[in-house]
């Protein structure tokens, strides 16, 4: 894989009967791999404003965590068959976040990889709803 990367990810929130509620966030940004870890590293712009919030995305094969900097500050820990607990803190107020991961698949080839997790998210010590984050990486061309 390139070091230079586009980063696709989608999240997926299924509430009840209704439709799911999805959000996809596409990014260039950087790939390396360092001590058996792999890592992803892009800006996020935040809407309606100037900042911006910078994302590392480090995975394995049972664990995945995405750490935000900037007006949102937050290590999210997606480990197999585990339920983590995180501090959310955004503008607006601290979240307790709790991330209960059933499943982390993980799909590697040269020019493109794949990670998908499900998992069940807790806010406030209360079940919002079960959850699948996808996330597609390519290799830019040279």
């Known amino acids: 894989m390139t070091k230079d990367v586009l980063?696709?990810?989608k999240g997926m929130q299924f509430e009840g009967a209704t439709?799911?509620?999805?959000?996809?966030?596409?990014?260039?940004?950087?790939?390396?791999?360092?001590?058996?870890?792999?890592?992803?590293?892009?800006?996020?712009?935040?809407?309606?404003?100037?900042?911006i919030i910078k994302n590392r995305i480090k995975f394995k094969e049972d664990e995945v965590q995405v750490a935000k900097k900037g007006p949102v500050n937050t290590t999210l820990t997606f480990t197999r068959n585990?339920?983590?607990?995180?501090?959310?803190?955004?503008?607006?107020?601290?979240?307790?976040?709790?991330?209960?991961t059933q499943r982390i698949a993980l799909n590697m080839a040269e020019e493109k990889m794949g990670i998908q997790v499900d998992y069940a998210l807790d806010i406030n010590y209360e079940f919002l709803a079960d959850c699948k984050i996808s996330i597609e990486v390519s290799a830019l061309p040279s």
């Open 82 to 100: 585990e339920k983590n607990m995180t501090n959310y803190a955004t503008p607006f107020g601290n979240l307790v976040i709790g991330i209960d």
């Open 19 to 51: 439709d799911p509620e999805e959000i996809e966030v596409i990014q260039r940004g950087q790939y390396y791999e360092r001590n058996g870890s792999h890592y992803l590293l892009y800006d996020e712009p935040v809407e309606g404003s100037s900042d």
């Open 7 to 9: 980063i696709a990810i």
